[in-house]
């Protein structure tokens, strides 16, 4: 009993610990450290420190629930090709809408192909729930499979950063934000794959 007790106080401070770095990313623009997120959470330091490692797990954390969300959504779908692509990136502006204000002020240094390839597990869900959807797109539209180059092109454009910006800056619906993304996002897997073909081609003949 004592063990189990054990194991639901962990889940329980682990929670109370991402939903309080949720709430002051979401009102804060300067950084947050470990120190205020606990304070927030009602727990210890040395209590937080054994749940995350940094302020970043944290974050990466709640990211991937996130992600989760959407993959579970993509797997849900019985559509396939561009439909199914639509479905999921609205979805996720959606998600972006609810709970992606905490996603915005931390920003990685390092290219978003970089972290995918290097195991992010906060991008590799997101990932999962894009691959197929993307590639059924694409073959829909007659265009080769350009691989990641094709999850690259959407990270791009559905950033949470920017689609707040259309949304609250432009003052776009989500319904239109959604729209204006696809369009850009059909015309963009379109050029890559003219592009990708172009520089095979080149190099073939050299």
């Not at 559509?79 to 931390?106: F, H, N, Q, T």
Request: charged residues 25%; positive net charge.
């Amino acid at each position: 009993m004592a063990g189990k007790t054990m194991r639901s106080d962990t889940e329980r401070n682990r929670k109370n610990l991402i939903q309080a770095a949720v709430r002051l990313f979401e009102r804060s623009e300067a950084p947050i450290s470990m120190t205020e997120i606990a304070a927030e959470a009602g727990v210890s330091v040395a209590t937080a420190y054994r749940q995350f490692t940094s302020v970043e797990e944290v974050l990466n954390t709640w990211r991937q629930e996130v992600g989760q969300l959407l993959l579970d959504y993509s797997q849900r779908q019985t559509c396939d090709g561009l439909l199914k692509l639509e479905k999921v990136s609205r979805y996720w502006i959606k998600l972006v809408r609810e709970r992606g204000a905490a996603m915005v002020p931390m920003r990685n240094r390092r290219g978003y192909l970089e972290r995918l390839w290097q195991g992010a597990e906060y991008l590799l869900v997101q990932a999962d729930a894009l691959r197929p959807p993307l590639r059924e797109a694409m073959a829909e539209m007659g265009l080769p499979d350009i691989g990641d180059k094709a999850i690259f092109l959407w990270n791009i454009l559905f950033d949470p950063r920017e689609i707040f910006d259309l949304l609250h800056t432009v003052g776009l619906t989500e319904k239109q934000v959604g729209t204006q993304l696809m369009a850009v996002l059909v015309g963009g897997l379109r050029g890559f794959a003219m592009a990708n073909e172009f520089t095979v081609g080149a190099c073939r003949a050299k």
